[in-house]
């Protein structure tokens, strides 16, 4: 079994600053993707930020929305299994559960994906 558990997140005023972080735990092999999914009200799940192979800020892979580049951060830490992401000068738009995934090979060789519960950003206006 593999978990996937999401901390920060909160309510901020709009310019203001969060950081999520995400921690993967149980029976992992390896890792080859981490990143975050968000779902405002009424919209569809929406890829925020993504981050393959790699520790730190870039890898083979680090994908971001549009809407969310030169504001938003990626990192890894492999030791660790944790992705965190850094929000700075933060929109009414960004509102949304934000949601942590993991692409994880199990102890077993297999290839799944797993999500944590979610956890939601508010900015005000």
């Known amino acids: 079994q593999v978990q996937v558990v999401e901390s920060g997140g909160g309510l901020v005023q709009a310019g203001g600053s969060l950081r999520l972080s995400c921690a993967a735990s149980?029976?992992?092999?390896?890792?080859?993707?981490m990143g975050w999914y968000r779902q405002a009200p009424g919209k569809q799940l929406e890829l925020v930020a993504a981050?393959?192979?790699?520790?730190?800020?870039?890898?083979?892979?680090?994908n971001y929305a549009d809407s969310v580049k030169g504001r938003f951060t990626i990192s890894r830490d492999n030791a660790k299994n944790t992705v965190s992401l850094q929000m700075n000068s933060l929109k009414p738009e960004d509102t949304a559960v934000y949601y942590c995934y993991a692409v994880v090979t199990n102890t077993a060789r297999s290839i799944a994906n797993y999500w944590g519960q979610g956890t939601q950003v508010t900015v005000s206006s």
């Open positions: 149980g029976s992992i092999f390896s890792i080859n993707a």
């Open positions: 981050l393959s192979s790699g520790t730190g800020t870039s890898g083979t892979g680090t």
